[in-house]
């Protein structure tokens, strides 16, 4: 019985402060350079792909205009790729109406509503809340060791208040190019699930559709060749 006391004695007076106060924080610095080291390449890997930029301006922009139908915001998650983008919602919306709202988003975009290439609940505002967190706690843990935990709270803050206004940043300037000049919508094709996970998901999050888009060659790129007109892109 005595020796369970020293143990349980042990526990409370040093290993449990040892591991608030000394690994815990060590843990989530060490977490926070991870964040930074991974979240900041990938925004750059999207800034540089215009190509995805502008495929991904063009997915806001029709989850946009689907809820602007709606009158509010729905569950509808959006992913660009290089030839498109796709849509996952637990919504009974037909491939007609997102083939529709895409083509009233693609439209309204090329004439200058550049507010729709952006959207608040996009998966850049979870970037951008770990970016402030990360970045936060890691000063903190450099300068303000003492006060570890005070400025822990004071990331959590931050990153709570400042990741939405932080996302449309980036959105804005890395993630999204509202310029869709030539972009073309081709057609609407359902995308099935690339793996047993991926399956399991979508009977939880509902069927995914995909949105293919074509870059359409302007007057100044294009060479015409032969008698039956056919084009090429220069």
């Excluded at 042990?10 to 591991?19: D, G, H, M, N, Y």
Aim: proline content about 5%; some cysteine; charged content about 15%.
């Amino acid at each position: 019985m005595f020796w369970w006391f020293l143990l349980a004695l042990f526990f409370l007076v040093i290993l449990i402060p040892f591991f608030i106060l000394v690994l815990l924080p060590l843990g989530l610095t060490a977490h926070s350079v991870v964040v930074l080291l991974t979240a900041l390449p990938q925004l750059l890997d999207v800034a540089r792909d215009r190509r995805r930029r502008r495929h991904h301006a063009l997915e806001h922009a029709t989850i946009n205009v689907l809820e602007e139908h709606a009158g509010h915001a729905l569950p509808i998650s959006g992913l660009a790729e290089a030839d498109g983008f796709r849509l996952t919602t637990p919504l009974p919306l037909s491939a007609e109406a997102i083939l529709d709202a895409a083509e009233e988003a693609l439209l309204r975009l090329q004439r200058g509503e550049t507010h729709l290439a952006l959207h608040p609940r996009c998966g850049t505002t979870i970037v951008a809340g770990q970016l402030l967190f990360a970045a936060t706690l890691l000063l903190v843990f450099l300068f303000w060791t003492e006060w570890f935990w005070v400025g822990f709270l004071v990331a959590l803050l931050l990153a709570l208040t400042g990741a939405r206004p932080l996302s449309l940043v980036l959105q804005r300037f890395l993630t999204t190019d509202a310029d869709v000049r030539g972009l073309a919508l081709s057609h609407i094709e359902p995308a099935l699930p690339s793996s047993i996970w991926s399956a399991f998901l979508m009977i939880s999050t509902g069927p995914t559709w995909k949105v293919v888009v074509v870059e359409t060659p302007t007057v100044r790129r294009v060479k015409i060749e032969g008698q039956g007109g056919r084009y090429r892109a220069f």
